[in-house]
């Protein structure tokens, strides 16, 4: 049979994932193809590329990839889909699992279906049921020696993912998580007497950070220790690369409990692997650099805040002392007790926090760039420039992030950026321009069943056309479905709205801060794109791709 299959070509992609090399390969197509099932035994996420190497390598010799091969390079392109070419993993799944079938490999296929199943546009309860099936399946099999413990784990494993992204759906959830829990402890229990297999480490790992996720709303120290426990199998499993996915939810977590530093230092050690032939995925990249800005931000924002405690209480101590003994207070002390924070500290956090916003935003870049986070990057970057009163440059940025969530279809976000448009052209002389952005805002807010953002957006885009010079109400904006936004007549004077332009960061409308995040915030056991889950901490996107990644 042909390495390529016509079926391939039919759903518009690529059979395999290019890639870059690693240096210093084979040229013969055997040895290229000893390698791609190497990495393919490890999970390794170069396997995709190895695969399209061995075979073109075979084509130009006049060889075949034969069906079991074929299965095992298609799942590993399949994996690699993510992003704009995300559609395309489930058909190669299951071009897979046929090929698995024909190649006698009853377990591999099981894992395969099961695969396209999770990598569908939202999996509900049929695609839930329909695994619930496979997983007796995959444990009928197992029992009579035609699937491996690595295959049986991971059907159910992917069984296990499906449930917690349903669990929003559940009459009782909590009750649902708990019982989720209970059988992903069966499966680890399962599965940890066969850890010396490489393969089964890496779905324990897989396994261990799914049940940290689904605990950490509920009991964040368990979680820790879930996440930390499933880093240690992820390299026991031989994977020198970074977790990404679990990296984000420790790190997270640690957030949520105040360890901002550790939580830094471990994104960071993640940002810079160590092994320089397993290169970061660009996605992967770009939302480990939106935690680790939001760390950070946390982080100053933590140290200014007990800075500010200690202050109040020494001058409170101080207050007492000078009334017991006023004569023996040191002018020094009282001195030093009023210096201020110094103004390089906050500068260096803001350098640093514009320089990862900057480096997620080129990392969203690229032909199967995710629209959901590119937006979210270019969003965050944008409000962080003109905080600091780089109207100019937030105004490019804000009006791309605004393509992006209108592709996407996100409300909030759009909601969001369009405000912070408006405030960038307010400061930039265009206060015409800026009612408009406003008015439109509040025209995309009003379906919402708190009335409070649309109302206020109403009223400071009547306020903005007032600073413009501008007489009467606010021109009505029509949409697709009639009238969606009329003006606000109630009291709109300058002294109600406030944040008139000044040149700085400092004349920003507060109420820009108070408009809902985009995409969220998710439901209480759900991901955001950094990695918090509904209960751990602020959110603000759902996170793309990531239930059938790992599980190699």
Excluded: N
């Excluded at 190669?92 to 377990?107: I, N, P, S, V, Y």
């Excluded at 997983?135 to 049986?152: M, Y």
């Excluded at 708990?178 to 680890?188: F, G, H, Q, V």
């Excluded at 770009?286 to 405690?309: D, F, H, K, W």
């Amino acid at each position: 049979m042909s390495s390529r299959s016509p079926d391939e070509f039919r759903i518009g992609v690529r059979p395999y994932d290019r890639g870059a090399g690693t240096g210093h390969e084979p040229e013969d197509p055997h040895e290229l193809l000893h390698r791609a099932r190497r990495l393919t035994v490890h999970g390794h996420p170069g396997a995709g590329s190895a695969w399209e190497r061995a075979a073109t390598a075979l084509r130009r010799a006049g060889g075949a990839l034969t069906p079991g091969d074929h299965a095992d390079a298609l799942d590993a392109t399949a994996l690699d889909c993510r992003g704009a070419a995300r559609p395309a993993a489930g058909p190669l799944f299951f071009r897979a699992a046929d090929l698995h079938e024909r190649a006698g490999q009853r377990g591999k296929a099981l894992v395969s279906r099961a695969r396209a199943l999770v990598a569908g546009p939202g999996p509900g309860a049929t695609a839930c049921a329909r695994l619930a099936e496979l997983c007796e399946r995959a444990s009928a099999l197992h029992r009579v020696g035609q699937a491996g413990v690595a295959e049986t784990a991971t059907v159910r494993l992917l069984h296990g993912r499906i449930r917690a992204d349903l669990l929003g759906t559940a009459p009782d959830p909590a009750a649902e998580a708990a019982a989720l829990r209970e059988d992903l402890a069966r499966l680890i229990a399962f599965a940890a007497p066969h850890r010396a297999d490489p393969a089964v480490a890496r779905v324990l790992a897989d396994t261990r950070a799914l049940l940290g996720r689904i605990t950490a709303p509920d009991d964040p120290a368990a979680a820790e220790a879930q996440l930390r426990a499933a880093l240690d199998d992820h390299r026991a499993g031989g994977r020198t690369w970074p977790a990404t996915e679990h990296h984000l939810l420790l790190s997270a977590v640690l957030r949520a409990t105040g360890a901002h530093e550790e939580a830094a230092a471990l994104l960071r050690a993640a940002l810079v692997p160590q092994v320089t032939d397993t290169p970061l995925r660009a996605a992967d990249r770009a939302r480990l650099c939106l935690a680790l800005a939001r760390t950070v931000a946390g982080s100053g924002e933590q140290g200014r805040t007990a800075r500010s405690a200690e202050e109040a209480a020494g001058a409170a101590d101080a207050a007492a002392e000078t009334a017991a003994a006023p004569e023996e207070e040191p002018a020094e002390e009282l001195k030093e007790r009023e210096e201020p924070e110094e103004p390089e500290e906050i500068a260096q956090e803001g350098g640093e926090l514009l320089e990862l916003l900057a480096e997620a935003v080129r990392h969203t870049e690229g032909p199967a760039r995710d629209v959901r986070v590119g937006a979210l990057a270019r969003l965050l970057l944008g409000v962080a420039h003109a905080e600091r009163g780089g109207w100019d440059r937030a105004l490019a940025l804000l009006e791309q992030a605004l393509q992006g969530f209108q592709e996407d279809g996100d409300t909030a976000g759009r909601v969001r950026t369009r405000a912070w448009l408006a405030e960038c052209l307010l400061h930039l002389g265009e206060p015409d321009r800026a009612a408009r952005e406003y008015a439109l805002a509040a025209a995309a807010a009003r379906p919402w069943g708190d009335p409070r953002p649309g109302t206020a957006l109403s009223r400071r885009a009547e306020h903005v056309l007032g600073l413009a010079g501008t007489r009467g109400p606010v021109p009505e904006i029509r949409g697709t479905g009639g009238t969606v936004y009329a003006d606000a007549k109630a009291g709109t004077g300058p002294s109600a709205e406030g944040g008139a332009p000044d040149g700085g960061a400092r004349g920003a409308w507060p109420g820009l801060r108070a408009l809902p995040e985009p995409f969220g915030p998710p439901e209480r056991y759900q991901v955001d794109v950094y990695g918090e889950v509904g209960g751990a901490g602020p959110q603000a996107a759902t996170a793309p791709g990531t239930r059938v990644q790992g599980c190699e």
